[in-house]
């Protein structure tokens, strides 16, 4: 089913304009979130809340990891933590995946989130996590932990995602190294529940940050989706047509807040800006 797009923003909200205050009377403590970003926005970093310590920088494919050192070293210099996107799939090899390390050692990173990449083709020999975690060369530059790409709604380039997050997550664990999941944007929260449930029934104590969509109307969302090389929650969107819950998942996320279970912490993508995000940001955030 195609999507129906619009031009105006007001589409969405004027689909639903029902008052979400309610959504925030069972919360009971403060939740704590981090933020993506892109790194041609990196000016708008400012509008980012205090209270989001972290800010991950999306590495899209195509991207050079220049573009990635530098963003970081911007959002050090204002006293948040970058958190790089690491993709296996975009390096022609250990020497490039090398001075990449590098050049985020001298800005002072010591976390990064590695994820396969968007890239269909791999730019070289390095084809996923693994690959690049038995080269040993995060320890020589200082990375010290780790956040893995959780899917809970599956990911179409890969067959078996939760399997090859379990051996990561058994990698790190042998070797006494910090790790955490951060996943994709969920729009299924029923499927995202039950994926926590599989994991921790399977022994899986590592701290689950589950990835929220910032306020943006539906056109907004398949475009992010498209730069970044994402594929299952467009999959997801294009299958909701204009189911109109799911129009306010978008336009505001509260709801899909509200009925998720046994998160660590949310990450946000903000796909209407970060601008907007933000202040959608800490409206949530003082109402809970």
Same mark, same amino acid.
């Given at each position: 089913m195609e999507i129906l797009t619009t031009d105006s923003d007001s589409f969405e909200s004027d689909m639903f304009m029902e008052s979400t205050d309610y959504l925030y009377e069972n919360i009971e403590q403060k939740t704590v979130w981090s933020m993506e970003i892109l790194p041609h926005n990196i000016n708008d970093v400012p509008f980012i809340p205090d209270f989001v310590n972290e800010v991950y920088i999306t590495m899209i494919p195509g991207a050079a990891c220049w573009e990635t050192i530098e963003t970081a070293k911007k959002i050090e210099s204002v006293g948040k933590l970058a958190v790089p996107h690491i993709a296996a799939r975009s390096f022609a090899g250990v020497t490039e995946l090398e001075a990449c390390l590098s050049g985020l050692q001298e800005v002072g990173i010591e976390r990064a989130l590695l994820i396969g990449g968007g890239n269909s083709v791999p730019a070289g020999e390095i084809t996923c996590v693994m690959d690049m975690l038995k080269t040993g060369l995060f320890a020589k530059y200082g990375i010290k932990s780790f956040d893995f790409a959780g899917h809970p709604e599956g990911n179409p380039d890969d067959p078996k995602p939760e399997f090859h997050l379990l051996e990561k997550l058994r990698w790190t664990e042998e070797r006494g190294i910090p790790a955490r999941i951060v996943t994709q944007w969920c729009l299924d929260t029923d499927v995202a /529940?039950?994926? %926590?449930?599989?994991?921790?029934?399977?022994? %899986? $104590? /590592?701290? %689950?940050? $589950?990835?929220?969509?910032?306020?943006?109307? $539906? @056109?907004?969302?398949?475009?992010?989706? @498209?730069?970044?090389?994402?594929?299952?929650?467009?999959?997801?969107?294009? @299958?909701?047509?204009? /189911?109109?819950? @799911?129009?306010?998942?978008?336009?505001?996320?509260?709801k899909i807040i509200s009925a998720l279970r046994g998160y660590d912490q949310l990450h946000l993508y903000p796909f209407g800006g970060i601008e907007r995000s933000s202040a959608w940001l800490n409206e949530w955030q003082t109402k809970s």
């Open positions: /529940n039950t994926w %926590i449930s599989r994991l921790r029934e399977k022994g %899986i $104590l /590592n701290p %689950i940050h $589950l990835g929220i969509p910032g306020p943006s109307t $539906l @056109k907004t969302l398949m475009r992010f989706a @498209k730069v970044c090389g994402v594929k299952a929650s467009s999959t997801v969107l294009r @299958k909701q047509g204009l /189911n109109i819950s @799911k129009l306010l998942f978008v336009n505001k996320p509260d």
